[in-house]
């Protein structure tokens, strides 16, 4: 099994995931949600508290999963 990912592994995925130019492939369909998470995420790949940076990536989590659960037309 490997190892647990860090906080600074998760705000480097994020910040790359930012200047990707591919469409991400789990986009909310709400576009002002969308706003909001991709905001929430950048939140955490720029704050230089741990904790907070950690309470941004734990709400996008959070919305993420929650629109991953929503059938069609929901």
Known sequence: M??????????GHV???SQRETP???PARDPNL????R?????????ADPDRAKAFLEE????H???SR?????
Do not use: T
């Open 60 to 63: 996008a989590a959070r919305i």
């Open 65 to 67: 999963n929650r629109v």
């Open 39 to 47: 905001d929430v995420e950048e939140r955490a790949a720029l704050s």
């Open 15 to 17: 910040a790359g995931a």
């Open 34 to 37: 969308d706003r909001h998470v």
């Open 24 to 26: 991400r492939s789990d």
């Open 70 to 74: 929503l059938g069609p037309g929901e």
């Open 2 to 11: 490997g190892a647990a990912l860090g906080l600074a592994d998760l705000l």
